[in-house]
């Protein structure tokens, strides 16, 4: 499998997905610590904004699932859906592995990377907020050990739910055979889940209908790839 996600990554040349995962980061860390700033500046206090470490992180977890929520599906496009509108997907019959062991290295690669995306850019913009709050003070309460613990655990626990937010996407890409279709239904899963957010004033609803949504989406995916290998080359 790690051969066949190698090939994916050489052959759609993924290392600028690389790059803009990097600048994504480095936007959210900033982002992070440069908003209570400005709250700061322009009120002289962020209690309205955070009032805890918890709220911080909360708005740093719903930024960064978002963002690389939407990028996989920028991923699933160029890998999966892209193929059957050009349709390049033909050429999965030439490999010497079956369709939907193909097809799975795909999912993996996009999956691996959301996950492994999310994981990092959460940490360092965490990392970052806190480190700032050091020398700004948003937050007078100091940070615990519990509220650490947490923090990393309800990270693992969104990138998992990320990556298969972002294969959510493919099922309807295969269906309608449209990239922008493919990225407009993540971007509408994301509207969907920041006003479960606001309404439910809850980052841990958040957290709890991603897990659940992100497990429809491994499954859907995982599905259309068997379904890839009974399917007629001729329908591909």
Do not use: C
């Amino acid at each position: 499998m790690s051969k066949l996600m190698a090939i994916e990554w050489r052959k759609h040349r993924l290392s600028g997905y690389a790059r803009a995962t990097v600048w994504v980061t480095l936007l959210l860390a900033v982002s992070g610590l440069l908003l209570p700033l400005l709250v700061q500046a322009d009120s002289g206090s962020v209690d309205a904004l955070f009032t805890d470490y918890g709220g911080a992180f909360g708005y740093i977890n719903l930024m960064t699932g978002t963002a690389f929520m939407v990028l996989a599906s920028v991923l699933a496009s160029k890998l999966v859906v892209g193929e059957y509108v050009n349709p390049t997907i033909q050429v999965l019959v030439t490999y010497p592995v079956s369709r939907t062991r193909s097809m799975l290295a795909k999912l993996a690669v996009i999956a691996g990377w959301t996950f492994a995306s999310v994981l990092i850019a959460g940490l360092l913009a965490s990392g970052v907020f806190w480190a700032g709050n050091l020398v700004w003070h948003f937050i007078d309460l100091p940070l615990t050990l519990a509220e650490t613990a947490d923090q990393a655990l309800t990270l693992v626990l969104l990138a998992a739910s990320s990556a298969g937010l972002g294969l959510l996407s493919i099922p309807v890409g295969l269906r309608t055979k449209s990239v922008p279709a493919t990225i407009l239904s993540t971007l509408l899963i994301a509207a969907a889940l920041n006003l479960v957010t606001s309404v439910g004033g809850a980052s841990s609803l958040l957290l709890y209908v991603s897990l659940a949504l992100g497990g429809a989406g491994f499954l859907l995916a995982f599905l259309a790839a068997i379904r890839l290998e009974r399917q007629n080359v001729s329908n591909l």
